[in-house]
């Protein structure tokens, strides 16, 4: 086993990274990591949110030694499976990830658990539906419920016990245990079982004869209601896990290498550092290298943020997963494997992700004390009933009603129906959340780091200006310069191309490879291109591409006859509603930066056009993470808004990333917020409706432990019988989903 330690080019000799199972807070994480590091000479961190460790070891270690010590501590464990399971790069078609499997299961418990409850729950409330013996068929549909719905909580209830810990699993298990324990008695051996029974639904602190009652739909719905919690949890905690599956499977998935001459498709594993591989346009680059034959223009604004596609030509350096927009080219791999850029990237977001603070929920830190506590004051309450006289019946009606009603089925609805709404509200605006952790940070947020391709710009080549020379006309000169360009797929060209619907027809079109192309237009032949091409540049014509150049933009040059006859700028385009957008981050409280890739003038321009004072340009992948993290030490709280993969790093250190989702899968994934709009003011309504659902998900966790505190003093004194207990629980999970409704009214 030990030689798949290095299968990972994201992990250094003496590393593993081991898949973790059956975690259920982040205790369990603090547990596993504890008896990790109890080992010699082993290093261990345990990230609950993507149920992984990462464990460093020293190299005689078994390997079986860490499996072993986490599944002594009541979890699973296996080595990942290898990054590439098949030729090509993609992983077998029919493999199953293991948090997939687990996550369609638990669907499948709660579904099950859902249709089961519903009608014990409804004959419990509504006296007209009990009809005779309905206890007993109560009974049939709660018991699969109570033992096998809540199997999950139960498993890691007796876990917990085994090692000394107690967990809101711990309270769950044992309210419902207790309730369903009790109507089995009551029906077997008190009066509950009798023909005819009914079960009036009273507000009343009379307590009577307690074997006459049953618990069932306390027992069916507390578990219904908490799987349906653990589920959202679980779905988003999955999708959040997804950002190196999609940066890794950017990469092309083979290559034509050269070998004899000859061109051999092989799978890009097997490129060697030497290796001379042909990319044609349309093609992504299958690892970074020198061009060695061949002009182009390279797309690289998904891994660099460059809005304008890079000529290059031999000697000149690429990067993988860049895409060939024009023309072949033969290209020496120069890096493979795990020393790509884009594999550095990986583990850049990687390492953001695991260092990322983890925001461990009110109600899971809570539960270290509040659970014993509840049992501590459960068993009390059975020892003084029985000390004062009572009897056995009272005692134990007075301590099951304290299990009952401190159940945690509130807590446990706190955080998921506020996210279920809040979420389902910014969908309808465009903006996707991610999960809980995602909205700590909103509240916080002081600053916002803008990305301009594709963020603040619409990341597409557009005509922004004509300029003709001396006694030139605009409309005739455009015309010219687009029939040219019409037999070109260069990005430039087409911008100059579908600013221009009507023009004429050109022939003899030449391309001239890295300067510009040539054609015969109107009897003239026109040459379009840099300005080198030209023998003779008006001082007109100079100053305007002098002046363009100066913004970051391009400037295509055409003429005919030697002579340079006017100049089109071409140029990324602010978005509509960016400088709107802007305007509302400030009033947010916010302040915002203009971070890119591109140079110095461009993003200049930019930020000018959109009321952006503070411009930082020319920042490659891992400087925009250096930027984010120096604007951290300096105590701010920073959110970062981003579309490419160069943002992705970014968008994972910092404290709430914004992805927008025009932008690629790997943005998307290493974002705590989506922008589904392609319209920046997302943002703004993004930072608002996290803020306010986080204030949702705060008002519900502290009615929830409120209810709690008030209840338990009055069921361990005998003022609530189970079945008001019961009702009070239900109560107070009605009104934490009431309270997260609201957000459906969020403008």
């Known amino acids: 086993m030990s030689t798949e330690t290095h299968a990972d080019p994201r992990l250094?000799?003496?590393?593993?990274?081991?898949?973790?199972?059956?975690?259920?807070?982040?205790?369990?994480?603090?547990?596993?990591?504890?008896?990790?590091n109890k080992l010699d000479g082993v290093e261990a961190t345990v990230n609950y949110a993507t149920e992984k460790a990462r464990v460093r070891h020293p190299a005689d270690l078994d390997l079986d030694v860490l499996l072993s010590t986490v599944e002594a501590a009541g979890y699973g464990a296996a080595l990942p499976a290898p990054p590439q399971a098949q030729p090509g790069g993609t992983s077998g078609e029919g493999t199953v990830d293991r948090r997939d499997l687990e996550l369609e299961q638990l669907r499948q418990r709660l579904v099950v658990s859902a249709l089961l409850s519903v009608p014990v729950i409804l004959m419990a409330m509504l006296p007209p539906l009990q009809f005779t013996h309905w206890q007993w068929a109560s009974l049939?549909?709660?018991?699969?419920?109570?033992?096998?719905?809540?199997?999950?909580?139960?498993?890691a209830a007796w876990a917990n016990?085994?090692?000394?810990?107690?967990?809101?699993?711990?309270?769950?298990?044992?309210?419902?245990l207790a309730a369903f324990g009790w109507s089995l008695y009551a029906l077997f051996l008190g009066s509950a079982g009798d023909p005819g029974m009914r079960h009036p639904f009273e507000l009343t602190i009379a307590r009577g004869d307690a074997t006459m009652n049953i618990y069932l739909e306390v027992a069916a719905g507390v578990t219904t209601f908490l799987l349906a919690g653990r589920w959202f949890e679980k779905r988003a905690k999955r999708q959040s896990g997804a950002a190196l599956r999609a940066l890794l499977e950017l990469g092309a998935k083979d290559a034509g290498v050269l070998r004899d001459g000859v061109e051999h498709r092989v799978p890009v594993e097997e490129l060697r550092v030497g290796d001379e591989f042909v990319v044609r346009p349309g093609e992504k680059l299958a690892t970074d290298g020198v061009v060695v034959d061949g002009t182009s223009a390279i797309d690289t604004s998904t891994v660099t943020g460059e809005s304008v596609p890079r000529e290059v030509g031999p000697g000149d350096t690429v990067i993988g997963a860049c895409v060939n927009a024009h023309g072949q080219i033969v290209v020496r791999a120069t890096r493979v494997g795990g020393d790509t850029q884009l594999a550095q990237m990986a583990r850049l977001v990687e390492e953001a992700q695991s260092g990322k603070a983890e925001v461990q929920r009110l109600a899971d830190r809570v539960s270290g004390i509040f659970v014993p506590a509840v049992l501590l004051l459960a068993a009390g309450t059975l020892g003084w009933w029985l000390g004062t006289g009572a009897s056995a019946t009272a005692a134990f009606t007075a301590a099951v009603a304290v299990l009952i009603v401190a159940c945690p089925c509130a807590l446990g609805l706190a955080t998921p129906t506020a996210l279920l709404v809040g979420t389902g509200r910014g969908a309808q605006m465009g903006i996707l959340i991610k999960g809980p952790e995602t909205l700590e940070s909103t509240r916080r947020v002081d600053t916002v780091v803008l990305d301009k391709t594709g963020t603040v710009t619409t990341g597409v080549m557009a005509l922004v200006d004509v300029v003709a020379g001396?006694?030139?006309?605009?409309?005739?000169?455009?015309?010219?310069?687009?029939?040219?360009?019409?037999?070109?797929?260069?990005?430039?060209?087409?911008?100059?191309?579908?600013a221009t619907p009507e023009r004429p027809v050109a022939a003899g079109l030449t391309d001239l490879p890295g300067l510009g192309a040539r054609g015969l237009v109107d009897g003239v032949e026109v040459t379009v291109g840099r300005a080198s091409?030209?023998?003779?540049?008006?001082?007109?014509?100079?100053?305007?591409?002098?002046?363009?150049?100066?913004?970051?933009?391009?400037?295509?040059?055409?003429?005919w006859d030697g002579v340079a006859r006017g100049v089109l700028v071409v140029s990324d385009t602010v978005k509509p509603g960016a400088v709107e957008a802007v305007r509302a981050l400030r009033a947010l409280g916010l302040r915002p930066l203009l971070v890119t890739g591109d140079n110095e003038g461009a993003a200049r321009a930019v930020a000018a056009e959109v009321g952006i004072e503070e411009v930082i340009a020319g920042v490659l992948p891992a400087g925009k993470v250096d930027v984010v993290q120096q604007l951290r030490a300096e105590g701010r709280v920073v959110a970062m808004v981003g579309d490419g993969v160069n943002d992705a790093p970014a968008l994972a250190v910092a404290d709430l990333g914004l992805a927008m989702g025009a932008g690629t899968d790997v943005a998307i994934e290493a974002s705590d917020l989506t922008l589904v709009r392609e319209d920046l003011m997302a943002a703004a309504d993004a930072v608002r409706l996290s803020r306010r659902t986080l204030a949702t998900i705060k008002g519900n966790l502290f009615w929830a432990f409120a209810y709690n505190v008030a209840a338990l003093p009055l069921a361990a004194a005998g003022l609530l019988n189970p079945m008001l207990a019961g009702a009070a629980m239900a109560f107070s999970s009605v009104f934490v989903v009431s309270n997260s409704l609201r957000l459906r009214r969020f403008r």
């Open 12 to 36: 250094a000799p003496g590393e593993v990274e081991l898949d973790i199972s059956g975690m259920t807070c982040a205790s369990c994480a603090n547990r596993i990591e504890r008896k990790l």
């Open 140 to 155: 049939t549909l709660a018991a699969p419920v109570a033992v096998w719905g809540a199997w999950p909580f139960h498993r």
């Open 161 to 176: 016990l085994r090692h000394g810990a107690a967990t809101m699993d711990t309270l769950v298990s044992v309210g419902v």
């Open 470 to 498: 001396p006694g030139e006309d605009v409309t005739r000169l455009q015309s010219r310069a687009a029939a040219v360009e019409a037999g070109s797929g260069h990005p430039i060209a087409r911008a100059v191309v579908e």
């Open 533 to 559: 091409l030209f023998e003779t540049v008006p001082a007109e014509l100079d100053v305007a591409i002098t002046a363009a150049q100066d913004q970051g933009r391009t400037a295509v040059v055409a003429g």
